[in-house]
């Protein structure tokens, strides 16, 4: 069954750094997501992308991030310069239509130290 | 703001028995209703409600979606202990493209 993959599973960086979330979608999917999920709290959507342009951000997604589509198959997320907040599980998510099933990759955990 | 809540935070029940989790959502623009199922890490695909008093069924889960109350149920039949997760309420709303998840509802099925 097709999967939306996500790499690296867990990640652990110095406050200040820049880290860079990658994402492979399902293949034939033109809608992707990133969310992100703090420990113990509600999973909450960072921004959307379609047609390579950011369709839709929330107000977590200020100028820090950053997404890009830089082949075919590639989706990243990039935090330029980490905050101990940014510390959480970073899902990608994608669908084929604009009203299809989303589909979540297993997630990143980013530790902020 | 779009808001979803869900009810109960945390349920412990025995396999076997019949649960039933609440979802209830105050929104602007409706679009979808939608229930996901997340165990260790990703949140896995249920279903999708977008009319009223219409069931959807799979398997020993099933829910339905009620536009007047703005609510909606997550039944699980004959539980078990598969069925311990975290399950997550989310709106998918007119104009905006993302979801507005819930709190989830933290299910544990004791054997």
């Known amino acids: 069954e097709p999967e939306v993959t996500q790499t690296p599973s867990h990640q652990v960086t110095q406050m200040g750094q820049e880290v860079i979330l990658r994402c492979v979608p399902i293949s034939n999917h033109l809608y992707f997501y990133w969310y992100r999920q703090i420990l113990g709290q509600k999973v909450e959507f960072l921004v959307s992308f379609y047609n390579n342009e950011i369709s839709e951000k929330s107000e977590i997604f200020d100028d820090q991030f950053s997404v890009e589509r830089p082949d075919g198959s590639n989706f990243t997320l990039k935090i330029r310069s980490t905050k101990l907040e940014d510390s959480a599980m970073y899902f990608c998510?994608?669908?084929?239509?604009?009203?299809?099933?989303?589909?979540f990759g297993e997630g990143s955990r980013l530790t902020v130290l | 703001e779009d808001k979803v809540v869900q009810s109960p935070l945390s349920l412990v029940v025995h396999e076997g028995d019949t649960v039933t989790l609440n979802c209830s959502y105050e929104v602007t623009n409706f679009r979808s209703l939608l229930w996901y199922k997340q165990e260790k890490k990703a949140p896995t695909f249920l279903f999708m409600l977008?009319?009223?008093?219409i069931e959807k069924k799979s398997g020993r889960l099933s829910s339905i979606l009620d536009k007047k109350e703005l609510s909606s149920i997550l039944n699980i039949t004959a539980t078990q202990t598969g069925d311990s997760a975290i399950y997550l309420c989310?709106?998918?709303?007119?104009?905006?493209?993302?979801?507005?998840f819930g709190k989830g509802t933290h299910l544990i099925i004791q054997p």
């Open positions: 977008t009319s009223s008093g």
């Open positions: 998510a994608s669908k084929e239509g604009i009203t299809g099933e989303l589909f």
């Open positions: 989310a709106h998918r709303g007119g104009g905006a493209d993302g979801l507005t």
